[in-house]
């Protein structure tokens, strides 16, 4: 059995999901973020909450940050995003430093509905408007085809592939490691349908 989500062309065709906006994650969010992972792993709510809780907690430049999209049936899905300074800080495989999405996850019942695409452009602006950076890094698994094929959809180009980046390996010994640069302020991201 595969860890990934299996590819269907269906994707992306349903309807977008209606009332569908995008805000920085709020300690209150931690359950529903937490009940997304363990749907998502197949693991227990309360440890994944415990993790969350934790990352409202953590400060600093390190520290991750949660933007959640919240529909009129609760939150959807949810990314995670942190600066990586990779000359300052040893990480076991190489990649560069800057801003890296750090999982993007979306209910199952909400896959194909533009959670996804709602999420990175508005990580976008607030990238460029907050974090005052014009480029973002992703990395999946080279057997993720979901994943690989939502990168491309968003505008992601490939830089480089290897056994594993920062300090994620990949099981089957092989990711890739993806950058967006990010248009000027107030974009949105022009997304085709995967």
């Not at 590819?7 to 209150?28: H, I, N, Q, T, Y």
């Not at 085809?145 to 390996?169: R, T, Y």
């Amino acid at each position: 059995m595969s860890k990934y989500e299996k590819f269907s062309s269906e994707r992306g065709r349903k309807d977008p999901l209606p009332g569908l906006v995008v805000r920085p994650a709020v300690p209150a969010d931690a359950e529903a973020i937490a009940s997304i992972i363990a749907e998502r792993n197949g693991t227990a709510a309360e440890k994944a909450a415990e993790k969350v809780r934790r990352e409202f907690e953590t400060q600093g430049p390190g520290a991750a940050k949660l933007f959640v999209a919240v529909s009129e049936g609760g939150i959807a899905g949810f990314c995670r995003c942190g600066r990586r300074d990779t000359a300052a800080q040893p990480f076991k495989f190489p990649a560069p430093a800057g801003w890296y999405c750090l999982g993007l996850v979306v209910r199952g019942a909400f896959r194909g509905r533009g959670v996804a695409r709602a999420l990175y452009s508005f990580l976008g602006r607030w990238l460029r408007e907050t974090a005052g950076t014009d480029r973002l890094y992703s990395f999946c698994s080279a057997e993720n085809a979901v994943s690989l094929k939502m990168h491309a959809a968003l505008g992601f180009e490939a830089v480089s592939e290897g056994p594993g980046f920062l300090d994620v390996p990949f099981d089957c010994g092989r990711g890739v490691l993806f950058r967006l640069e990010l248009p000027g302020p107030g974009f949105d991201l022009n997304l085709t349908r995967a």
